[in-house]
């Protein structure tokens, strides 16, 4: 999933990793650093995927930890970072969030919060 939809290799694959009826609950901050709620939907999420790919180069994953349940919810801390491709400025986030797999192994729901690291 990282390597094709997030490191924009294959965005064609989506489907293969996100069920259609997929939710997500992000928590991160805005432009003025300041807390933010967002809620997205399966069209939200190609389209964060496309602008993924628009606007970014080289993006990393670095897993620092993964823990499975038994009732399919994956619990997911790494740390990513990426290249603005118009400006060259070197983004970086830290992710922790709770993934849910449905019965057919895709992910349906996502609880998260996103930290960007500032340089100021």
């Known amino acids: 999933m990282y390597f094709n939809i997030w490191q924009s290799n294959d ?3 989506i489907d293969d990793f996100y069920a259609q009826d997929f939710q997500e609950t992000v928590q991160t901050t805005d432009d003025k650093k300041q807390p933010i709620e967002l809620n997205l939907n399966y069209n ?3 389209q964060q995927a496309k602008s993924q790919a628009s606007k970014y180069k080289e993006t990393t ?3 620092k930890k993964i823990v499975a349940g038994h009732d399919n ?3 997911v801390n790494f ?3 990426s290249i603005v491709k ?3 400025e070197l983004r970086h986030r830290c992710v ?3 993934w849910h797999l449905n019965d057919n192994n895709k992910i349906d729901r996502v609880w998260a919060v996103v930290t960007p690291c500032y340089d100021d």
């Open 11 to 13: 965005l064609n694959k």
């Open 79 to 81: 740390y990513s970072t």
């Open 96 to 98: 922790c969030g709770i």
């Open 86 to 88: 118009a400006t060259g």
């Open 73 to 75: 919810h994956i619990v």
């Open 61 to 63: 994953f670095k897993i």
């Open 44 to 46: 939200d999420l190609v």
